[in-house]
């Protein structure tokens, strides 16, 4: 099994920043992809942004330009920094990673809070 531990959540102004980490240890041979989640009250679970060992990311269109999606192999560590956050941003931030041997595995999620 994979175990994700997420880091950085918090209360931010609009306008603020945040950076979230995740980090990834247990039965780990490659993790293919990685990605962060999100899931507001009364709202579904959403992707946020995914990325690729080889670097390849994509993002939901309401966070494209705001938002970086990053990671680092050698550490099995994956980054969110979180720019220009509006209220609407406010949500668990979950992190998530699949790789073929261990299917995929959850992140107990971090509180992200965007409020004046």
């Known amino acids: 099994q994979v175990q994700l531990v997420e880091s950085g959540g918090g209360l931010v102004q609009p306008g603020g920043s945040l950076r979230l980490s995740c980090a990834a240890s247990?039965?780990?041979?490659?993790?293919?992809?990685m990605a962060w989640y999100r899931q507001a009250p009364g709202k579904q679970r959403e992707l946020v942004a995914a990325?690729?060992?080889?670097?390849?990311?994509n993002y939901a269109d309401s966070v494209k330009g705001r938002f970086t999606i990053s990671r680092d192999n050698a550490k099995n560590t994956v980054f969110l920094q979180m720019n220009r956050l509006r209220p609407e941003d406010t949500a668990v931030y979950y992190c998530?990673?699949?790789?073929?041997?261990?299917?995929?595995?959850w992140g107990q999620g971090t509180q992200v809070t965007v409020s004046s």
């Open positions: 990325i690729t060992t080889g670097g390849s990311s």
């Open positions: 247990g039965l780990i041979v490659s993790i293919e992809r």
């Open positions: 998530n990673a699949f790789q073929f041997v261990t299917g995929t595995s």
